[in-house]
């Protein structure tokens, strides 16, 4: 139907006013909008760039949870263990002494801990936590929650801490761990990054450092919106690190808790080895010492006690201490010239008491002399001028390679603090570190393991496992690594003579069980543990002649520091050997006295496996032997229920 012109005019007019309205709409929108961005960004670019900066995406480490360590058995060694702690960041807290003030008023603080916190606080970023208590109890911890509202910057946590139920029987073995120091991070090339979070904690000693690669494990991450200055704005996704491994060792917690103890407060050492695989069984040193005062950062009154101790406490000696050998060289000296065809079986030596050599007499023990003595009395009896004889028709150089050939005068590859080397000395040696020629009397000397020879217990129990078997032992230590098997220690044969090593060892039977040997008092009676062995006895001053003329002085009557070291290695059983032990006491007087019926015990107590029965002593001994049991039984557990107590 056709419109008339006025409708059509009509309906442009309604049209053409929508039409200016929508426009109109749509230009104020457009510059509502424009203006809104104007403001944006115009008037507030300054503060939106500054949001915009201050907010980033942040990698933060995640320290990893560090392996454990465990004996041959499973026992438990070394551990973490989750514990309360009390932190405070610096920023949030505003007036730090008055929060710490508040603080005080609801549990102990350690003042020495305290200033540890302030000086950490000082050269830390203050958005980063500080810890102030360690390891307190639930009591404290809830205390301390319940009042968080009236602390700004305190906060309670829950975190893991090395702990070493084991205490002061493996401390010299595991050692223990602590907060990286500066000193700690110069030693490192390229340090990781975890080792800069604060409080991070590494091995310092012992197994924990020689070991902190394996043990440490891998740091995780997570990221984290954090602002301009550093604070932590919220976690947005995390993943955890690898923990470290899980190492077992070759030592029993018990034989070692035990040898420990029957060491007592000497300033000794003693080293069990397996003659079968190479495995460590016990490497005690004494005194000792709690490991766990070093983790939760021991106070300068314990440590001034430890480092004053004449005992050195602090000191592995099985590994660390080297000592003039003394006697127990002797088996050395003699395989030396059996292996080179100078002397036999039956040949003699006559012992006046001393051999001149080069003007100079070279004395031996027994004033008196030996008569005439072939190898086994010569050893039985312990005859110095037998092996001063022997020395002069051998050399030095030969010495010195059959005594490298049975492990003396290198260092084993245990990982240990301060494993030492010893010495087995040559004509070479002492050339170059002395710019001297070597003379007969040093030869004289080191026959009878005096003069520059050294070796550490360590050593000597694996040459006296080497004399017992003829074959290289090797010590191990880590038995496995996350339950794989690490490689023994029993190696291949030493390539000697076997006739000449029988020889040895019937000497050493004799040593034990002969009623003139010198460590008879000392034997096992149980005739399946029969025990070959040698005493030693070294010098740690010179007897002059005049002292010699008018007596040697006494061990009893000479002050503790200069009395001789006393020395005793052996092996058992002798037909089958399974353990090689040796024991070395400071300054402890003569081996057949004072080293021998210690490691008689710990022998017996390795090869029964707990408490010896009264039967393997000697009738004469019963009652002692029992009652020192009983001593030594109620001491292990004292000292078991205080670490309980202190873990």
């Given at each position: 139907?056709?419109?008339?012109?006025?409708?059509?005019?009509?309906?442009?007019?309604?049209?053409?006013?929508?039409?200016?309205?929508?426009?109109?709409?749509?230009l104020?929108?457009?510059?509502?909008?424009?203006?809104?961005?104007?403001?944006?960004?115009?008037?507030?670019?300054?503060q939106?760039?500054?949001?915009?900066?201050?907010?980033?995406?942040?990698?933060?480490?995640?320290?990893?949870?560090?392996?454990?360590?465990?004996?041959?058995?499973?026992?438990?060694?070394?551990?973490?263990?989750?514990?309360?702690?009390?932190?405070?960041?610096?920023?949030?807290?505003?007036?730090?002494?008055?929060?710490?003030?508040?603080?005080?008023?609801?549990?102990?603080?350690?003042?020495?801990?305290?200033?540890?916190?302030?000086?950490?606080?000082?050269?830390?970023?203050?958005?980063?936590?500080?810890?102030?208590?360690?390891?307190?109890?639930?009591?404290?911890?809830?205390?301390?929650a319940?009042?968080?509202?009236?602390?700004?910057?305190?906060?309670?946590?829950?975190?893991?801490?090395?702990?070493?139920?084991?205490?002061?029987?493996?401390?010299?073995?595991?050692?223990?761990?602590?907060?990286?120091?500066?000193?700690?991070?110069?030693?490192?090339?390229?340090?990781?990054?975890?080792?800069?979070?604060?409080?991070?904690?590494?091995?310092?000693?012992?197994?924990?450092?020689?070991?902190?690669?394996?043990?440490?494990?891998?740091?995780?991450?997570?990221?984290?919106?954090?602002?301009?200055?550093?604070?932590?704005?919220?976690?947005?996704?995390?993943?955890?690190?690898?923990?470290?491994?899980?190492?077992?060792?070759?030592?029993?917690?018990?034989?070692?808790?035990?040898?420990?103890?029957r060491?007592?407060?000497?300033?000794?050492?003693?080293?069990?080895?397996?003659?079968?695989?190479?495995?460590?069984?016990a490497?005690?040193?004494a005194?000792?010492?709690?490991?766990?005062?070093?983790?939760?950062?021991?106070?300068?009154?314990?440590?001034?006690?430890?480092?004053?101790?004449?005992?050195?406490?602090?000191?592995?000696?099985?590994?660390?201490?080297?000592?003039?050998?003394?006697?127990?060289?002797?088996?050395?000296?003699?395989?030396?010239?059996?292996?080179?065809?100078l002397?036999?079986?039956?040949?003699?030596?006559?012992?006046?008491?001393?051999?001149?050599?080069?003007?100079?007499?070279?004395?031996?023990?027994?004033?008196?002399?030996?008569?005439?003595?072939?190898?086994?009395?010569?050893?039985?009896?312990s005859?110095?001028?037998?092996?001063?004889?022997?020395?002069?028709?051998?050399?030095i150089?030969?010495?010195?390679?059959m005594?490298?050939?049975?492990?003396?005068?290198?260092r084993?590859?245990?990982?240990?603090?301060?494993?030492?080397?010893?010495l087995?000395?040559?004509?070479?040696?002492?050339?170059?570190?002395?710019?001297?020629?070597?003379?007969?009397?040093d030869?004289?000397?080191?026959?009878?393991?005096?003069?520059?020879?050294?070796?550490s217990?360590?050593?000597?129990?694996?040459?006296?496992?080497?004399?017992?078997?003829?074959?290289?032992?090797?010590?191990?230590?880590?038995?496995?690594?996350?339950?794989?098997?690490?490689?023994?220690?029993?190696?291949?044969?030493l390539?000697?003579?076997?006739?000449?090593?029988?020889?040895l060892?019937?000497?050493?039977?004799?040593?034990?069980?002969?009623?003139?040997?010198?460590?008879?008092?000392?034997?096992?009676?149980?005739?399946?543990?029969?025990?070959?062995?040698?005493?030693?006895?070294?010098?740690?001053?010179?007897?002059?002649?005049?002292?010699?003329?008018?007596?040697?002085?006494?061990?009893?009557?000479?002050?503790?520091?200069?009395?001789d070291?006393?020395?005793?290695?052996?092996?058992?059983?002798?037909d089958?050997?399974?353990?090689?032990?040796?024991?070395?006491?400071?300054?402890?007087?003569?081996?057949?006295?004072?080293a021998?019926?210690?490691?008689?015990?710990?022998?017996?107590?390795?090869?029964?496996?707990?408490?010896?029965?009264?039967?393997?002593?000697?009738?004469?001994?019963?009652?002692?032997?029992?009652a020192?049991?009983?001593?030594?039984?109620?001491?292990?557990?004292r000292?078991?229920?205080?670490?309980?107590?202190?873990?």
């Amino acid at each position: 139907m056709r419109r008339n012109p006025r409708e059509l005019d009509l309906l442009n007019r309604v049209s053409g006013r929508r039409a200016l309205l929508l426009g109109g709409l749509q230009l104020a929108f457009a510059g509502g909008l424009a203006m809104r961005m104007r403001y944006l960004q115009v008037e507030q670019a300054d503060q939106f760039r500054l949001l915009a900066e201050e907010n980033r995406i942040n990698i933060r480490l995640i320290p990893p949870a560090r392996g454990k360590i465990f004996d041959r058995n499973g026992n438990v060694l070394a551990q973490n263990v989750q514990s309360y702690r009390i932190v405070i960041v610096r920023e949030d807290a505003g007036d730090v002494d008055q929060v710490l003030d508040k603080l005080s008023g609801l549990i102990t603080l350690d003042p020495e801990d305290l200033e540890r916190a302030r000086a950490e606080m000082q050269r830390s970023p203050p958005f980063l936590p500080v810890t102030l208590a360690d390891r307190i109890d639930w009591a404290e911890i809830s205390r301390v929650a319940v009042n968080t509202p009236a602390l700004p910057g305190i906060t309670p946590e829950v975190g893991l801490t090395r702990v070493y139920p084991r205490g002061a029987d493996f401390a010299h073995v595991i050692g223990y761990v602590g907060p990286v120091s500066d000193y700690d991070l110069s030693r490192i090339e390229d340090p990781e990054p975890v080792l800069r979070i604060p409080r991070f904690q590494i091995g310092k000693v012992g197994l924990e450092a020689r070991r902190e690669d394996m043990l440490r494990g891998k740091a995780g991450a997570k990221r984290v919106e954090v602002n301009a200055t550093g604070r932590v704005m919220r976690e947005l996704d995390r993943r955890e690190g690898q923990p470290g491994a899980d190492l077992q060792l070759s030592v029993d917690a018990e034989l070692q808790g035990y040898v420990q103890a029957r060491l007592g407060d000497e300033s000794a050492s003693a080293v069990v080895i397996d003659c079968e695989t190479g495995d460590l069984r016990a490497i005690a040193s004494a005194p000792s010492f709690d490991p766990n005062l070093f983790v939760r950062g021991i106070s300068v009154a314990d440590y001034r006690a430890l480092t004053e101790d004449l005992h050195r406490p602090l000191a592995s000696k099985s590994v660390q201490g080297v000592y003039p050998p003394g006697s127990t060289f002797k088996m050395i000296t003699a395989m030396a010239a059996l292996e080179e065809g100078l002397i036999g079986p039956d040949d003699t030596v006559w012992c006046p008491g001393y051999l001149e050599v080069s003007g100079r007499r070279f004395h031996c023990w027994r004033r008196g002399g030996h008569g005439h003595v072939d190898l086994q009395n010569s050893l039985k009896q312990s005859c110095d001028v037998y092996y001063y004889d022997l020395a002069l028709k051998v050399g030095i150089d030969k010495i010195s390679a059959m005594a490298r050939r049975f492990g003396l005068g290198e260092r084993h590859d245990i990982p240990m603090s301060a494993v030492a080397a010893g010495l087995a000395p040559d004509r070479a040696w002492k050339q170059r570190v002395h710019g001297k020629e070597w003379l007969i009397g040093d030869t004289a000397n080191a026959a009878i393991g005096q003069g520059y020879t050294l070796a550490s217990p360590l050593q000597l129990a694996v040459m006296t496992a080497r004399l017992a078997t003829g074959r290289n032992i090797m010590p191990r230590l880590i038995k496995s690594i996350d339950g794989i098997e690490q490689p023994g220690g029993e190696g291949e044969p030493l390539g000697v003579n076997e006739n000449n090593l029988r020889t040895l060892r019937r000497a050493m039977y004799a040593v034990s069980n002969d009623r003139r040997g010198t460590a008879y008092g000392s034997r096992i009676i149980e005739d399946t543990f029969r025990m070959a062995g040698k005493t030693g006895t070294s010098q740690v001053r010179n007897i002059t002649a005049a002292e010699r003329a008018a007596g040697v002085t006494s061990n009893a009557d000479l002050p503790w520091d200069r009395r001789d070291h006393a020395l005793f290695v052996c092996f058992a059983p002798y037909d089958k050997p399974k353990y090689a032990v040796t024991v070395v006491i400071e300054h402890g007087g003569g081996g057949s006295s004072a080293a021998a019926p210690v490691a008689r015990d710990v022998m017996l107590q390795a090869l029964y496996g707990d408490t010896p029965p009264l039967a393997a002593y000697p009738s004469k001994d019963r009652n002692r032997i029992k009652a020192q049991q009983e001593r030594l039984h109620r001491e292990r557990l004292r000292a078991q229920q205080e670490q309980s107590g202190r873990a």
